[in-house]
């Protein structure tokens, strides 16, 4: 396996892992799958912006993917990312997650990132859960019933880790971009 940066040729994969998320999981509360053309804007978005956008992949196959993006878009959140990670269902519990993830939050250190923030879809999503705990992540909270999404109210996890000192010392550098220039 091995883990690269994702770009536009991978948006037929990225969208089918996705899709597949949206169709059967709470992970994601959007309710219809978007096309590849649509993740790939969003891959742009990502990459436009210097952020990690990475792929796991396999014999030529994307296993899975990861990504991080801004948390919130004031100026004052600009050494905080919120991560996202989708592992297709038949490559799910076999390292996938950890590895492309993990890859993810060294890119994060890299950038000086200072927290990354999960904003995971479902209290009983053990699988998204527990792979944050193991790259050590810590749970912040539960949003109870924040969405509706296949017939019943879906709660969400906050997990955080500190990167870089966290908040021991006051940050380097400007910060991550928010927005495209």
């Keep these: 396996m091995i883990i690269r940066g994702a770009n536009e040729t991978d948006a037929d994969a990225l969208a ?13 509360f959007e309710e219809e799958p978007p096309p590849a053309a649509e993740m790939a804007r969003r891959l742009a978005a990502i990459r436009g912006l210097g952020l990690p956008y990475l792929v ?17 878009l004031r100026p004052a959140y ?5 991560d996202s990670v989708y592992i297709a269902p038949d490559a799910v519990g076999k390292g996938v997650g950890r590895a492309v993830l993990g890859a993810v939050i060294e890119a994060c250190a890299d950038l000086g990132v200072r927290q990354l923030v999960a904003v995971i879809g479902d209290s009983g999503n053990a699988a998204s859960i527990g792979l944050h705990t193991a790259l050590g992540f810590t749970h912040q909270g539960v949003g109870r019933s924040f969405g509706f999404k296949h017939g019943r109210w879906v709660d969400i996890v906050w997990m955080q880790k500190a990167l870089n000192g966290g908040d021991l010392t006051s940050p380097e550098g400007p910060g991550v971009p928010l927005s495209g220039s």
């Design 16 to 28: 089918a892992i996705y899709g597949h998320h949206v169709l059967h999981g709470f992970g994601t």
């Design 78 to 82: 600009r050494y905080t990312l919120e």
């Design 56 to 72: 796991a992949e396999q014999d030529g196959v994307v296993l899975g993917f990861a990504y991080a993006g801004p948390f919130r």
